[in-house]
């Protein structure tokens, strides 16, 4: 339900009412799979192999900072490069990729395809010796083949897929962030691992639908929706909330303040400007306390 509504909003609140493609594009169909393969084998790895927890500790300006590196930490940070190397190696096989001279244009590109990886991996050690791990490593698998296509469909301006390949990229952009908040809050971890995690997630989702939306990188609008976030992750540390309702709290915030950036940005106003995020406010709030 929360994944139709934000496409409904990029569709209609956003102010653009998109065309239907007469086709799909699809990146090389050998790597897509040889990529995505190789990632979701890695988090597999996680099952069979098993490795003994090292515990790091050391001092910064007095604070004590005490962690565990365990295999699993390490198979996610892999895996994130992997999702951004593999996001590069399908965009060398696009068409009119050798008409851009300076390969670090597709950074941009990496940015959701490594929230999915990150994200896959945190919801799969959460859900660890469960039935419910291989239900997210299913979903996982079919949400990163949709991402990677998703992301090739977008690189070259003005595509005969690109309006819906956009609307879909900031739609699960933030279905992405919503998993990766339920999963981080029911980990019931740390407020010190907890902040920088969903802070940089947030950071990423905003600055790439601030992109999408507006062709152009607001770094600064980012960071200040990233503080924002970070802000508000410690009331909830504090709350009896469940981790449901302090995610679709917290995505309907991070999406309601990228919408004011952008109303911002295009000089919107009057209920142009206010429409967007507070009914995704209301449809977050309202699913919060429905189905939570």
Same mark, same amino acid.
């Not at 996982?140 to 090739?152: D, K, N, P, R, W």
């Not at 939306?213 to 200040?224: A, I, N, Y």
């Not at 504090?238 to 303040?257: E, W």
């Given at each position: 339900?929360?994944?139709?509504?934000?496409? /409904?909003?990029?569709?209609?609140?956003?102010?653009?009412?998109?065309?239907?493609?007469?086709?799909?594009?699809?990146?090389?169909?050998?790597? /897509?799979?040889?990529?995505?393969?190789?990632?979701?084998?890695?988090?597999?790895?996680?099952?069979?192999?098993?490795?003994?927890?090292?515990?790091?500790?050391?001092?910064?300006?007095?604070?004590?900072?005490?962690?565990?590196?365990?295999?699993?930490?390490?198979?996610?940070?892999?895996?994130? /490069?992997?999702?951004?190397?593999?996001?590069?190696?399908?965009?060398?096989?696009?068409?009119?990729?050798?008409?851009?001279?300076?390969?670090?244009?597709?950074?941009?590109?990496?940015?959701?395809?490594?929230?999915?990886?990150?994200?896959?991996?945190?919801?799969?050690?959460?859900?660890?010796?469960?039935?419910?791990?291989?239900?997210?490593?299913?979903?996982?698998?079919?949400?990163?083949?949709?991402?990677?296509?998703?992301?090739?469909?977008?690189?070259?301006?003005?595509?005969?897929?690109?309006?819906?390949?956009?609307?879909?990229?900031?739609?699960?952009?933030?279905?992405?962030?919503?998993?990766?908040?339920?999963?981080?809050?029911?980990?019931?971890?740390?407020?010190?691992?907890?902040?920088?995690?969903?802070?940089?997630?947030?950071?990423?989702?905003?600055?790439?639908?601030?992109?999408?939306?507006?062709?152009?990188?607001?770094?600064?609008?980012?960071?200040?929706?990233?503080?924002?976030?970070?802000?508000?992750?410690?009331?909830?540390?504090?709350?009896?909330?469940?981790?449901?309702?302090?995610?679709?709290?917290?995505?309907?915030?991070?999406?309601?303040?990228?919408?004011?950036?952008?109303?911002?940005?295009?000089?919107?106003?009057?209920?142009?400007?206010?429409?967007?995020?507070?009914?995704?406010?209301?449809?977050?709030?309202?699913?919060?306390?429905?189905?939570?």
């Amino acid at each position: 339900m929360l994944l139709l509504g934000v496409i /409904l909003f990029q569709y209609f609140a956003g102010g653009k009412i998109i065309d239907m493609p007469t086709k799909t594009a699809l990146p090389d169909l050998e790597r /897509l799979s040889i990529v995505t393969a190789i990632i979701m084998l890695a988090f597999a790895l996680t099952q069979l192999i098993s490795y003994p927890a090292q515990n790091i500790s050391f001092s910064v300006f007095g604070i004590l900072i005490d962690f565990v590196l365990d295999f699993n930490i390490l198979v996610i940070a892999f895996s994130v /490069l992997l999702a951004a190397a593999g996001m590069d190696w399908l965009i060398q096989s696009h068409p009119e990729a050798q008409l851009f001279d300076n390969r670090w244009e597709t950074i941009r590109h990496w940015i959701v395809p490594v929230l999915t990886a990150l994200v896959i991996g945190v919801a799969l050690i959460a859900f660890a010796g469960s039935l419910l791990w291989w239900v997210v490593y299913i979903l996982g698998s079919l949400l990163l083949f949709a991402v990677f296509i998703g992301e090739y469909n977008v690189f070259v301006a003005g595509s005969a897929v690109n309006p819906l390949a956009i609307v879909g990229l900031n739609a699960l952009s933030f279905v992405l962030f919503l998993l990766l908040s339920i999963a981080i809050f029911s980990a019931n971890i740390r407020l010190y691992i907890r902040l920088p995690l969903l802070g940089i997630g947030a950071l990423m989702v905003t600055s790439r639908t601030l992109f999408l939306r507006l062709g152009e990188w607001h770094t600064l609008w980012g960071l200040v929706i990233s503080l924002v976030v970070s802000e508000v992750l410690i009331g909830f540390h504090y709350l009896p909330l469940n981790p449901i309702r302090q995610g679709l709290l917290l995505v309907g915030m991070v999406y309601a303040l990228t919408s004011m950036v952008t109303g911002i940005k295009e000089s919107r106003r009057s209920w142009a400007f206010w429409g967007e995020p507070v009914a995704m406010l209301l449809l977050t709030l309202i699913v919060s306390i429905v189905w939570a």
